[in-house]
């Protein structure tokens, strides 16, 4: 509503001239005519200043348009958050009123409740950008060493194959967040011996899809010698056994226990399994055989090491691009332990027929050898392969990788931590992303506790080529782990994301854990 000012005067003197024409003689008095213009002056000689009585200047005029309240429209208010990609926002418009409280509407293309994109930025505003995210994926029945649990990525996520309950082995199936999306539980072998310590696995992508390969040991207590049997188990994308397609026995063999290991050709149509055997002399022979996906036998049971005096076993295999096999024994000479290892690196081809020379390296005496095929960009299938190891020296322990094993590429220091007393020990996990090689590992440590639980506690760590270590520990506290906690799967999950699995343990039992991270660019 609008309003006149300082008009009560002049609308006295209008109706006073109104009753001056209707009753006054006419004769206009004490005026006279400026000559120079014809305007009238009052005899007061005084020209009317436009006051009121009590000297007020009288607008004569209306209001400029002014509403009552008097206070103009502030806008848009600035956003509660502020960090990050918010940094700058107002408050949007829904309906004609602003948000009361921003949303995504506000922050932008940019923001996310909770962050899950790799880019560098800040997207929940929290001041801290790509952070790590860990969950528990789920408890676990049994405690796991590291040969009890692997890992594969499939189409839509991870497959999980834990040997944590006698006689089954679950297959998890989680997305690439980390979230459980289903658990198969596949009852092992009828005859197969119980899944304890002697239980080793992996799962591996063939041509025809995901498989399962496991072996275990059977302990005649004494009766006769211990016998091995390994299996393959095909499987679909949801880690559920393939319908119509029998288990396959691998192979089947009198042995101490020992870790059999087990790799695809680069086809994925041929599979090298391999054993430990000691004979009564106790001489040791390592074993490999080459079966396709059908079963059919293309390169009988061959020893491919063999040593009179000292302790053999296989540490790791890896089918290379060209078809061959690359195979990593350790020897540990006789004597008191610790011993420093030879690492025999050997190629063998199809048929399981040495190739080329070998490559020697000496290490400690537990090194956890992994073999990673780097991809073709990486050069030709020999350059292209990466060994990683453990090193114990007397000064440090470290991780250590070495390229272009036979062209004479030398051990690369990684990591390495001051080896003194209560140092911790590095059990370690590795794969390969489009950023090039990747590794984690948990540095553990033995803590004095008066319980009967035992008592461990770690930090996880993570290391890109071409950059520094990161610890990615969950929480600002260790965490709690198991004698037995001595692995880390290590899967990319796309999108410069890295998802590691591993055991965490406490007084009231085991869960699966998995911290995701962001790879640097």
């Not at 079966?291 to 000292?310: K, M, N, Y």
Request: proline share 7%; with cysteine.
């Amino acid at each position: 509503m609008t309003t006149r000012v300082g008009g009560n005067r002049r609308l006295a003197w209008m109706v006073g001239a109104l009753l001056c024409l209707a009753g006054c003689s006419g004769e206009k008095k004490g005026s006279e005519v400026d000559a120079g213009t014809g305007t009238e002056i009052e005899d007061s000689g005084t020209p009317d200043s436009g006051t009121d009585d009590a000297g007020t200047p009288d607008a004569g005029a209306w209001d400029a348009g002014v509403e009552d309240a008097g206070v103009p429209d502030a806008g848009p208010a600035p956003c509660e958050k502020t960090r990050g990609v918010c940094g700058g926002a107002q408050r949007a418009m829904v309906n004609g009123v602003y948000e009361s409280v921003c949303t995504a509407l506000s922050y932008g293309p940019g923001y996310e409740e909770v962050e899950t994109r790799c880019d560098d930025l800040d997207n929940d505003c929290d001041g801290v950008a790509d952070p790590s995210v860990t969950r528990t994926v789920t408890r676990l029945n049994g405690e796991l060493h590291g040969g009890m649990a692997s890992s594969l990525a499939v189409a839509d996520g991870i497959l999980i194959a834990v040997f944590d309950t006698p006689h089954v082995v679950r297959v998890l199936h989680v997305d690439r967040q980390g979230q459980l999306l289903g658990v198969a539980e596949i009852p092992l072998a009828a005859d197969d011996p119980n899944t304890g310590d002697s239980v080793t696995s992996a799962l591996m992508r063939t041509s025809q899809g995901p498989v399962l390969y496991y072996a275990g040991y059977k302990d005649s207590g004494g009766m006769g010698p211990e016998t091995a049997r390994a299996y393959l188990r095909p499987l679909t994308e949801a880690g559920l056994p393939r319908p119509q397609e029998d288990e396959q026995v691998v192979f089947d063999s009198p042995t101490p226990r020992g870790a059999s290991r087990a790799a695809l050709s680069a086809d994925g149509n041929t599979l090298l399994a391999t054993w430990r055997d000691i004979t009564p002399a106790r001489v040791n022979n390592l074993y490999g055989i080459v079966r396709d996906l059908h079963g059919q036998r293309i390169a009988a049971p061959t020893v491919l090491f063999h040593s009179e005096t000292s302790s053999l076993r296989m540490e790791a295999v890896l089918g290379l691009r060209n078809g061959e096999f690359l195979i990593v024994a350790a020897e540990t000479p006789p004597g008191p332990l610790p011993q420093p290892v030879t690492l025999h690196v050997r190629r063998f081809d199809a048929q399981l027929a040495p190739s080329g020379p070998e490559r020697t390296l000496v290490t400690s005496d537990e090194p956890l050898v992994k073999l990673l095929d780097l991809g073709g960009s990486r050069g030709d299938p020999l350059d292209s392969v990466a060994l990683v190891m453990r090193e114990t020296s007397a000064a440090y322990r470290k991780m250590e990788v070495v390229n272009h094993l036979f062209t004479g590429g030398q051990p690369e220091v990684w990591e390495a931590l001051r080896n003194e007393p209560g140092a911790p020990v590095l059990w370690p996990g590795a794969s390969v992303s489009a950023q090039g090689l990747q590794l984690a590992w948990l540095a553990k440590q033995e803590v004095p506790s008066s319980g009967s639980f035992p008592r461990f506690q770690g930090w996880l760590w993570t290391q890109s080529e071409g950059y520094a270590a990161v610890q990615q520990t969950p929480t600002a506290e260790p965490i709690a782990l198991h004698l037995y906690a001595q692995w880390v799967l290590l899967e990319d999950v796309g999108a410069r994301r890295l998802a590691a699995f591993y055991m965490r343990s406490d007084e009231q039992g085991h869960t699966l854990e998995v911290t995701r991270t962001c790879l640097l660019p």
